[in-house]
T-cell receptor
Framework: DTEVTQTPKHLVMGMTNKKSLKCEQH?????MYWYKQKAKKPPELMFV???????INESVPSRFSPECPNSSLLNLHLHALQPEDSALYLC??????????????FGPGTRLTVL | DAKTTQPNSMESNEEEPVHLPCNHS???????IHWYRQLPSQGPEYVIH???SNVNNRMASLAIAEDRKSSTLILHRATLRDAAVYYC???????????????FGQGTILTVHP
């Protein structure tokens, strides 16, 4: 199984809502990533988890709260988002964080709209 | 982070070879050159990577200049399914600022004509 799955595919939420994005992989990878991609722009790294511990936070606002409950699962909890947070949220995984040869496997993304 | 420069867009005809260039004049000796592509409405997917020597896999070939300041991704016979944004990315080893990160540039939009 070389797939990264993300749910939901689409999400519409109001600025006062709390929602969560879910990402799952069963490749035994110990590094997992969240990226944000605005329309017609390249993906931008948000968070990196290594062995279930947060290792990189790219100065992301606290209204985005990542969680890695186990080695296969990565969540992104959303609270009090702004309309400018509307974007495609991509999850990725790789065997480990280190190693310049490491290939990252991406999921299809969750298309988030904040009203 | 070492930076890459790619043309904004390129066009090709189906069944013809495509050469996608990437300049990375500030590359360090330990930076690997990675290529990813993103098809419409999908997440990015890995294409190929290399360090110094040319590389081939089932998807593409990677030609790396002798001074490593540039590289070219070669799609030997473009198909309509190859229409995507192609990203050239440098990945460094531990201790560098790019460690653990995949920093995407603007990429090259490849259009394939039937």
């Amino acid at each position: 199984d070389t797939e990264v799955t993300q749910t939901p595919k689409h999400l519409v939420m109001g600025m006062t809502n709390k929602k969560s994005l879910k990402c799952e992989q069963h490749m035994g990878h110990r590094a997992m990533y969240w990226y944000k991609q605005k329309a017609k722009k390249p993906p931008e790294l948000m968070f990196v988890y290594s062995y279930e511990k947060l290792s990189i936070n790219e100065s992301v606002p606290s209204r985005f709260s990542p969680e890695c409950p186990n080695s296969s699962l990565l969540n992104l909890h959303l609270h009090a988002l702004q309309p400018e947070d509307s974007a495609l949220y991509l999850c990725a995984s790789s065997p480990r964080v280190g190693g310049a040869e490491n290939e990252q496997f991406f999921g299809p993304g969750t298309r988030l709209t904040v009203l | 982070d070492a930076k890459t420069t790619q043309p904004n867009s390129m066009e090709s005809n189906e069944e013809e070879p495509v050469h996608l260039p990437c300049n990375h004049s500030t590359i360090s000796g330990t930076d690997y050159i990675h290529w990813y592509r993103q098809l419409p409405s999908q997440g990015p997917e890995y294409v190929i990577h290399g360090l110094t020597s040319n590389v081939n896999n089932r998807m593409a070939s990677l030609a790396i200049a002798e001074d490593r300041k540039s590289s070219t991704l070669i799609l030997h016979r473009a198909t309509l399914r190859d229409a995507a944004v192609y990203y050239c990315i440098l990945r460094g080893l531990a201790g560098g600022t790019s460690y653990g990160k995949l920093t995407f540039g603007q990429g090259t939009i490849l259009t394939v004509h039937p």
